[in-house]
């Protein structure tokens, strides 16, 4: 099913994805030092992987970087959506940087390639309209003073309180999705699922990412009471014992039940099909060199190779949000933008 025949862009999108652009930049906590991310700024660990693309893939399956067999050296970023204490309940991301793939990048001239996961099937905003809307909710959250009068809550639970009071009690599907993303409280990163959530090309397919843990070669761990316990489990877990993970894409085969536009809907009626595996061998993850390089790491889904373009208009929204708050964060930390060789990586983890 080609993809060109189902991107359905709305008139008035490049407005709104800029108003996005502004907002994004708004909302960015300038006076932390370093200025962090605006989304999943907390991370537990820098991983080393190996991406190993399958052989034998089915002749449908064999496109772009899944073209044939390969192996790419990867970095991983384990993260929180929000919260700073890991004891809390969350969304949680997986960003994956493979290193050594050749080929033209959507994004720039690099060696790279990235994806984007977190572990919930659907994202929260079904479009870019929606989008901006959330986001003025919470620009004027951050204005407004009622947050600050509630003086005896915390200043993000006060925040996201006014939200609920000025846009998530009219948007019930939303707060549905957002409350099941805050729900989580996994023991480890290693033993989630993630999901892109939103839909890429696989060739002239189009489709959507899964990964899968193989939980059964995990040793079980004792959650820390700490505010970093996910890194603690990460980092215990990986001196103990190796991690794996099976990389999937869920092929789009209706577009009733299977829309490109609208990712607050989970895909059903078609299975996941295995394109790699990621092999994560015993590693210290969590060291001051391998943290803070992860820290200025830049993620962007249109890192990427034709053959695997992002789509629908979240993904549109995401390249211009991506590449001006990284540029912003950046230019605040006095850090140039600079896109890394696996040998800068790989060099940290023998450090």
């Not at 034998?56 to 959506?81: C, E, M, Q, V, W």
């Not at 009219?170 to 990163?189: C, D, G, R, S």
């Not at 001006?324 to 006095?334: P, Q």
Request: net charge negative; with cysteine; charged share 25%.
């Amino acid at each position: 099913m080609s993809a060109e025949s189902n991107e359905n862009v709305p008139p008035g999108e490049d407005a709104q994805i800029a108003r996005l652009v502004e907002q994004s930049l708004t909302l960015m906590d300038k006076d932390t030092k370093p200025v962090l991310r605006g989304q999943h700024p907390k991370h537990h660990g820098c991983v080393r992987a190996e991406f190993v693309v399958e052989s034998g893939l089915d002749a449908d399956l064999r496109h772009g970087l899944f073209a044939k067999p390969g192996r790419y050296p990867t970095a991983i970023r384990f993260s929180n959506a929000a919260m700073t204490d890991d004891r809390k309940g969350d969304g949680h991301g997986m960003a994956l940087k493979l290193f050594n793939v050749p080929g033209y990048k959507l994004l720039e001239d690099c060696q790279t390639h990235d994806f984007v996961l977190l572990d919930h099937p659907v994202f929260f905003a079904g479009d870019v309209a929606g989008y901006v809307e959330l986001f003025d909710a919470l620009i004027h959250a951050k204005d407004s003073v009622l947050p600050k009068l509630a003086f005896f809550l915390p200043r993000f639970i006060a925040e996201m309180g006014h939200v609920y009071m000025t846009y998530l009690r009219k948007h019930p599907e939303q707060l549905k999705i957002m409350l099941a993303m805050m729900a989580k409280q996994p023991a480890t990163p290693l033993d989630q699922r993630y999901w892109s959530t939103t839909p890429y090309r696989l060739g002239p397919h189009v489709v959507r990412w899964s990964v899968q843990p193989h939980a059964e070669k995990l040793r079980p761990v004792a959650p820390a009471d700490s505010p970093d316990k996910l890194r603690i489990a990460l980092a215990q877990q990986l001196s103990e014992g190796e991690a794996a993970f099976d990389f999937m894409a869920q092929i789009r085969t209706n577009p009733d039940t299977m829309p490109i536009e609208d990712p607050t809907r989970e895909w059903t009626g078609a299975p996941l099909r295995k394109l790699a595996t990621m092999y994560l061998p015993k590693q210290k993850p969590d060291s001051h060199e391998l943290m803070e390089f992860c820290e200025h790491l830049s993620f962007n889904v249109w890192r990427c190779l034709p053959d695997h373009e992002p789509l629908g208009g979240i993904n549109r929204a995401r390249r211009a949000i991506y590449e001006a708050v990284s540029k912003r964060r950046h230019e605040l930390n006095g850090r140039p933008e600079h896109e890394p060789t696996a040998t800068e990586f790989l060099a940290l983890h023998q450090a």
